[in-house]
């Protein structure tokens, strides 16, 4: 009986279980932005925004007092150059409001470029450990600059009540303005973050690029000073429809023409759906090369 027992099939040994090969590989081509996964990841895109407040001022003498020192020190400056020795006089405005109100939309733009192309690499040890949506991490770069652009503008304020300076109906189309300041900075911050991963050289160029950026806008100057023939090709910068669009919002300037307005949204939408391009297509490298 037991040797008739030991050979029942019924006590063989199980056969080993061999578990299957699976292998991960990238998609190819052109991956669409998952607009719900970003919105199932809102609360981690407010902490990044929140995260990067709160780096930016700790630590410091003054705090968040540099949200106002930094615009009105430059306004100081470009007043003294431009409009005291270079003799640079606006329309309607005098010349430190007429400056600020410029200065304004560029350092909030300024600022999220700056902190959108850096951020891939900021949060190096994030991307290499856990998993969520890479584009969040500019995004929330891009959203923090909204509280220094706030305090500064309680500023701008300040100085239209004392240049008695009142906005008509076209500041209802102050936040227009806003929303392409900062997508310009997403558009362009795409596009340097992704390749800031690949080169880290990148990030020395983005200083220049918002120096040089800041001289080809009219934010020390009128446009009406840049020659004819130069206007159209003057107006893809996305940033030339911004400041005009701030001055005439909030002082009554000449409302900025259709076809300047027309050609920086279509260079900003351009620029955006390029980044948003490229961005994806490399998000699946950044994790191996950061």
């Given at each position: 009986?037991?040797?008739?027992?030991?050979?029942?099939?019924?006590?063989?040994?199980?056969?080993?279980?061999?578990?299957?090969?699976?292998?991960?590989?990238?998609?190819?081509?052109?991956?669409?932005?998952?607009?719900?996964?970003?919105?199932?990841?809102?609360?981690?895109?407010?902490?990044?925004?929140?995260?990067?407040?709160?780096?930016?001022?700790?630590?410091?003498?003054?705090?968040?007092?540099?949200?106002?020192?930094?615009?009105?020190?430059?306004?100081?400056?470009?007043?003294?150059?431009?409009?005291?020795?270079?003799?640079?006089?606006?329309?309607?405005?005098?010349?430190?409001?007429?400056?600020?109100?410029?200065?304004?939309?560029?350092?909030?733009?300024?600022?999220?470029?700056?902190?959108?192309?850096?951020?891939?690499?900021?949060?190096?040890?994030?991307?290499?450990?856990?998993?969520?949506?890479?584009?969040?991490?500019?995004?929330?770069?891009?959203?923090?600059?909204?509280?220094?652009?706030?305090?500064?503008?309680?500023?701008?304020?300040?100085?239209?009540?004392?240049?008695?300076?009142?906005?008509?109906?076209?500041?209802?189309?102050?936040?227009?303005?806003?929303?392409?300041?900062?997508?310009?900075?997403?558009?362009?911050?795409?596009?340097?973050?992704?390749?800031?991963?690949?080169?880290?050289?990148?990030?020395?160029?983005?200083?220049?690029?918002?120096?040089?950026?800041?001289?080809?806008?009219?934010?020390?100057?009128?446009?009406?000073?840049?020659?004819?023939?130069?206007?159209?090709?003057?107006?893809?910068?996305?940033?030339?429809?911004?400041?005009?669009?701030?001055?005439?919002?909030?002082?009554?300037?000449?409302?900025?023409?259709?076809?300047?307005?027309?050609?920086?949204?279509?260079?900003?939408?351009?620029?955006?759906?390029?980044?948003?391009?490229?961005?994806?297509?490399?998000?699946?490298?950044?994790?191996?090369i950061v």
């Amino acid at each position: 009986m037991s040797t008739m027992a030991s050979e029942s099939p019924l006590l063989s040994p199980p056969l080993p279980v061999v578990a299957p090969l699976i292998k991960l590989r990238p998609r190819p081509g052109w991956i669409p932005v998952d607009f719900k996964e970003l919105w199932q990841y809102r609360e981690l895109l407010g902490f990044f925004a929140v995260r990067d407040i709160k780096v930016r001022y700790k630590q410091t003498l003054l705090g968040v007092a540099w949200a106002v020192v930094q615009p009105v020190m430059t306004m100081l400056v470009f007043t003294l150059l431009f409009h005291k020795l270079l003799g640079v006089e606006p329309t309607n405005a005098s010349y430190p409001v007429f400056l600020f109100a410029a200065l304004l939309p560029w350092q909030l733009f300024s600022y999220a470029l700056t902190q959108s192309s850096n951020s891939l690499v900021a949060s190096e040890r994030l991307i290499t450990k856990i998993y969520f949506p890479r584009l969040i991490l500019p995004l929330g770069s891009v959203i923090s600059g909204l509280v220094d652009f706030a305090i500064a503008f309680v500023i701008l304020v300040g100085m239209m009540a004392w240049y008695r300076i009142v906005p008509g109906i076209a500041v209802l189309t102050l936040p227009i303005f806003m929303v392409v300041a900062l997508l310009a900075a997403l558009a362009v911050g795409l596009w340097l973050s992704a390749l800031n991963v690949t080169y880290r050289d990148v990030r020395h160029t983005i200083p220049f690029l918002t120096q040089f950026w800041l001289f080809i806008t009219p934010v020390m100057y009128p446009s009406s000073k840049v020659p004819e023939a130069w206007r159209a090709l003057y107006a893809l910068n996305p940033m030339t429809g911004v400041v005009e669009g701030f001055r005439w919002a909030l002082l009554g300037q000449a409302a900025p023409p259709l076809v300047v307005m027309l050609v920086s949204l279509s260079a900003t939408v351009l620029l955006l759906v390029g980044g948003l391009f490229y961005f994806r297509r490399m998000e699946k490298t950044f994790a191996d090369i950061v």
